[in-house]
């Protein structure tokens, strides 16, 4: 039984104010406080971003989905097959991701990985603190995030063999090769790159996909009015063909604002491989 989206991330965080307000001036999320965690949220779900304020700027967790309470306890069983040591969230780690239930390891690169069953479900509406027309969630998750190994080829086959994902494709680009994997539609929620030389086990970027191409034009303007840096200009990618830019987050990663996004049919879809990341634009700052 596979994951079937990346559901929710946890940072801790150096820069909690910095934080906000990116969250709220830029990308329009809505931010609420509960027992020292900053929770982001973009669409029905109670968060989608969970942020612990710290010492240092590092990735908690990333939780992946599992469809049901079988699924999960099948994928926690992978797990411990693969011979990763396994924990289970006690009750009040569960209240603060908002979960029924969940299971933290670790996968081959040291990244902190959960899997998870039984969202919390908000009643009420998302409603955005600035005016953007809302996020692509649902059944396609959160976005997607990138993750820089120093061994990526490991970390390829344990989320395939382990928690049932399946290469979209991959890139040789001229700083970094990469591959890419979806568990659903979306075309990749997860990307393994190789590392430039003491950046290994860091996150490269987290991607949400605004439901306007509006959004991510105002969100460009927005930055540039408000100071907020700009990692990645203006581009369009090649594989998954999704228009975005990218700013940097006061942790330090990359925060990619995209729209219109390739979505996958599994029945049809032929794994290639691209040797450019970009059709045009996504040109580093100076
Ligand atoms: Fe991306």
């Given at each position: 039984?596979?994951?079937?989206?990346?559901g929710?991330?946890?940072?801790q965080v150096?820069?909690?104010?910095?934080?906000?307000r990116?969250?709220?001036?830029?990308?329009?999320?809505?931010?609420?406080?509960?027992?020292g965690?900053?929770?982001?949220?973009?669409?029905e779900?109670?968060h989608?971003?969970?942020?612990?304020?710290?010492?240092?700027?590092?990735?908690?967790?990333?939780?992946?989905?599992?469809?049901?309470?079988?699924?999960?306890?099948?994928a926690?069983?992978?797990?411990?097959?693969?011979?990763?040591?396994?924990?289970?969230?006690?009750?009040?780690?569960?209240?603060?991701?908002?979960?029924?239930?969940?299971?933290?390891?670790?996968?081959?690169?040291?990244?902190p990985?959960?899997?998870?069953?039984?969202?919390?479900?908000?009643?009420r509406?998302?409603?955005?603190?600035?005016?953007?027309?809302?996020?692509?969630?649902?059944?396609?998750?959160?976005?997607?995030?990138?993750?820089?190994?120093?061994?990526?080829?490991?970390?390829?086959?344990?989320?395939?063999?382990?928690?049932?994902?399946r290469?979209?494709d991959?890139?040789?680009?001229?700083?970094?090769?990469?591959t890419?994997?979806?568990?659903?539609?979306r075309?990749?929620?997860?990307?393994?790159?190789?590392?430039?030389?003491?950046?290994?086990?860091?996150?490269?970027?987290?991607?949400?996909?605004?439901?306007a191409m509006?959004?991510?034009?105002?969100?460009?303007?927005l930055?540039q009015?408000?100071?907020?840096p700009?990692?990645?200009?203006?581009g369009?990618?090649?594989?998954?063909r999704?228009?975005?830019?990218?700013?940097?987050s006061?942790?330090?990663?990359?925060?990619e604002?995209?729209?219109?996004g390739l979505?996958?049919?599994?029945?049809?879809w032929?794994?290639?491989?691209?040797?450019?990341?970009?059709?045009?634009g996504h040109?580093?700052?100076?």
């Amino acid at each position: 039984m596979a994951v079937t989206q990346l559901g929710y991330l946890g940072f801790q965080v150096t820069d909690a104010d910095t934080w906000r307000r990116l969250a709220t001036e830029i990308m329009g999320f809505a931010v609420s406080d509960e027992d020292g965690v900053i929770y982001l949220r973009f669409d029905e779900r109670h968060h989608r971003i969970a942020l612990r304020p710290g010492k240092t700027d590092t990735l908690d967790y990333a939780g992946w989905e599992c469809a049901d309470l079988g699924a999960y306890e099948t994928a926690v069983a992978r797990a411990s097959q693969a011979g990763v040591e396994v924990t289970t969230g006690n009750a009040d780690e569960c209240a603060r991701r908002k979960v029924k239930g969940f299971a933290r390891f670790r996968d081959p690169n040291g990244f902190p990985v959960e899997v998870y069953h039984g969202s919390l479900r908000e009643m009420r509406p998302f409603v955005p603190s600035r005016p953007v027309s809302g996020y692509k969630t649902g059944a396609l998750g959160l976005g997607h995030v990138v993750l820089r190994c120093a061994r990526p080829e490991l970390s390829v086959r344990f989320y395939c063999d382990v928690l049932g994902m399946r290469i979209s494709d991959t890139a040789d680009l001229p700083r970094l090769s990469a591959t890419f994997l979806h568990c659903n539609a979306r075309h990749h929620s997860l990307a393994l790159t190789t590392s430039q030389p003491g950046g290994e086990g860091t996150v490269s970027h987290v991607m949400v996909e605004a439901c306007a191409m509006e959004d991510v034009g105002t969100a460009y303007e927005l930055c540039q009015q408000k100071g907020v840096p700009i990692w990645l200009s203006l581009g369009q990618h090649t594989n998954d063909r999704v228009l975005s830019f990218y700013l940097r987050s006061p942790s330090g990663f990359g925060l990619e604002y995209g729209y219109g996004g390739l979505e996958i049919d599994e029945a049809t879809w032929r794994v290639e491989h691209w040797r450019s990341g970009s059709f045009w634009g996504h040109t580093p700052a100076a």
